[in-house]
């Protein structure tokens, strides 16, 4: 079965700092994986995902994420935080295709990222 | 263009009475999913359908879980006798064209309390 641990669920930076998210996965088979961003009172926001080709993903907002098949690694960054980045990040991964053709998409359990003047 | 809408935005309900939230897509999406996400639980998938089928309801948790999708379009998750370990988010999104790396848009949930 496939799953998604986000490592620390509280990530605190100064604006203007490395954001760093992590994010490891398991997978039976090469996998499809997701970065969402969930802002207050909001549905979640696709930032980036990777599903074949090139490793290093670039995104939304600046962000960018890169593959890492021997660390089993999908971690998130941005060179330069800002305030308005303040928000929940989730990981997510899809190994198989549901009954129907759907993509079932496993979460992680989040991260909170804060970001300080 | 319009994104996924979800209604009531909040819902408070008494423990054992039933409730229905609704999730209109964007138009032209064939698959439609529902996920819950709960402080215990985290993200969870529900249902998925693809056009008016419900091909998988692997995820609903209980026989007091059900949904239905009319018109290729809305969709409404019903939850009967509601317990309290029902209280969460409930979030539908939906895809133009399912598949395994497909990108889903969500709407902003249904909070759902039940006392």
């Known amino acids: 079965a496939q799953s998604v641990t986000q490592l620390g669920s509280h990530v605190s930076v100064s604006e203007g700092a490395l954001v760093l998210l992590r994010c490891n996965y398991s997978s039976s088979v090469p996998p499809y994986l997701f970065w969402y961003v969930q802002y207050p009172n909001q549905g979640l926001q696709l930032l980036l995902k990777?599903?074949?080709?090139?490793?290093l993903v670039k995104g939304i907002n600046g962000f960018e994420a890169e593959f890492k098949k021997s660390e089993t690694s999908f971690h998130l960054t941005k060179p330069s935080a800002h305030m308005s980045d303040a928000a929940e990040y989730f990981c997510a991964v899809s190994d198989r295709v549901l009954t129907g053709g759907g993509n079932k998409l496993t979460f992680g359990t989040g991260t909170q990222l804060k970001v300080e003047l | 263009g319009a994104g996924v809408s979800q209604s009531p935005s909040n819902k408070v309900t008494e423990k054992g009475k039933d409730v229905e939230l609704r999730c209109d897509p964007i138009?032209?999406?064939?698959?439609l999913y529902w996920y819950r996400q709960s402080l215990g639980q985290g993200l969870e998938f529900l249902i998925y359908?693809?056009?008016?089928?419900?091909?998988?309801k692997s995820g609903l948790p209980s026989d007091r879980f059900s949904a239905e999708r009319t018109g290729g379009s809305v969709s409404t998750l019903t939850i009967q006798r509601t317990q309290q370990e029902d209280s969460a988010v409930y979030l539908c999104?939906?895809?133009?064209?399912?598949?395994?790396?497909?990108?889903?848009?969500f709407g902003p949930g249904t909070r759902l309390t039940v006392l």
């Open positions: 990777y599903t074949t080709g090139a490793t």
């Open positions: 138009s032209g999406h064939t698959a």
């Open positions: 359908f693809q056009g008016n089928s419900a091909p998988d």
């Open positions: 999104a939906s895809s133009p064209q399912p598949g395994r790396g497909d990108t889903q848009y």
